[in-house]
């Protein structure tokens, strides 16, 4: 290709860190927002720092470290995942379980309609939520004017192994988490088992792949 510059896009694919922390704009004031997540977002940068993350790297790639070797976390305070986590080592979403308070329900269809899922159906003494359906988005809780729809749990689901690359991986789910704190020591078990499985900088999709882990 005339005009080519190798060289360049060599120097485009380097990494100058060998981790990377995104969340979502939810704690600046999205409306869809569950979760808020920035203090738990710096606490895991933190800690990859702690943990050296890069010099590990550098180490396995033999001082190679490119982009897509990067360990990558992603946070979304809601089930839409717009910071785009599913292509992460780490994805982390807010959702809320709702409930529906029989007694409050007017049956006006207004939870029915705002939700996407079609996990609302209306029956004789009010409305019911389908739970395999639902993703936990809260569309209904917020357009319920009788306030019958109640958060019976909010917490986040956590899902392993996202990459792109040659062989591209969507992150699998993993659990569900009740609080920051629980996300915190759950990301704590996962990269130490990152850096001993670990050969040659791959990125946790790819270990687990290996490792036949079935999550």
């Known amino acids: 290709m005339k005009g080519f510059d190798r060289s360049f896009f060599e120097k485009m694919a380097v990494a100058k860190e060998g981790f990377e922390v995104v969340i979502c704009w939810g704690p600046k004031g999205c409306p869809n927002a569950i979760t808020s997540s920035q203090e738990l977002a710096e606490k895991i940068k933190k800690f990859l720092e702690e943990e050296k993350i890069t010099e590990f790297l550098m180490e396995k790639t033999k001082g190679r470290l490119k982009k897509h070797n990067k360990f990558k976390v992603g946070i979304a305070e809601c089930p839409n995942a717009c910071s785009q986590i599913y292509i992460m080592d780490i994805a982390i979403h807010g959702f809320l379980e709702p409930y529906i308070e029989e007694s409050s329900c007017d049956l006006c269809g207004s939870c029915k309609e705002a939700c996407e899922e079609d996990a609302i159906t209306l029956e004789e003494t009010s409305a ?76 946790l999709g790819a270990i687990l792949e290996r490792e036949n882990l079935d999550i």
């Open 128 to 203: 019911k939520v389908n739970l395999e359906k639902c993703v936990g988005c809260g569309s209904c809780e917020k357009v319920c004017e009788k306030g019958a729809i109640k958060r019976k749990f909010t917490g986040y689901k956590m899902y392993l192994g996202g990459k792109l690359g040659r062989h591209p991986r969507l992150a699998t789910f993993y659990k569900i988490l009740s609080s920051p704190e629980e996300v915190f020591e759950e990301v704590k078990k996962i990269v130490k088992f990152y850096k001993e499985k670990n050969q040659k900088g791959e990125r």
